[in-house]
Nanobody, 120 residues
Framework: QVQLVESGGGLVQAGGSLRLSCAASGSIFSIDAMGWYRQAPGKQRELVADITNSGRTNYKDFVKGRFTISRGNAKGTVYLQMNSLKPEDSGYYC???????????????WGQGTQVTVSS
């Protein structure tokens, strides 16, 4: 089992920045990738960005050039630097960790999430 704890959300004006942090505990040796998802009211949860243990990153188009995902020195730590925030970036941001056992078998772990609100 993996437990995830996020921090760093809050209220910011459009054009501002926030940095989200996520720290994993438990069976962190089993983590193959970590990422951030967000969910806005009335919308489905969507991937924002993720990063593998090898450092390969993946960003959704709507955050490319504005957000940066990175790993901390400690295994199981991931950050999301969010710059040039827009009101449409508002939502509940959750940290995700994946254990990819095989192409057909993977396990997902989720944090409690943190609220990000961008005012216009």
């Amino acid at each position: 089992q993996v437990q995830l704890v996020e921090s760093g959300g809050g209220l910011v004006q459009a054009g501002g920045s926030l940095r989200l942090s996520c720290a994993a505990s438990g069976s962190i040796f089993s983590i193959d990738a970590m990422g951030w998802y967000r969910q806005a009211p009335g919308k489905q949860r969507e991937l924002v960005a993720d990063i593998t243990n090898s450092g390969r990153t993946n960003y959704k188009d709507f955050v490319k050039g504005r957000f940066t995902i990175s790993r901390g020195n400690a295994k199981g730590t991931v950050y999301l630097q969010m710059n040039s925030l827009k009101p449409e970036d508002s939502g509940y941001y959750c940290c995700n960790a994946q254990n990819r056992v095989s192409p057909d078998e993977e396990y997902d772990y989720w944090g409690q999430g943190t609220q990000v609100t961008v005012s216009s």
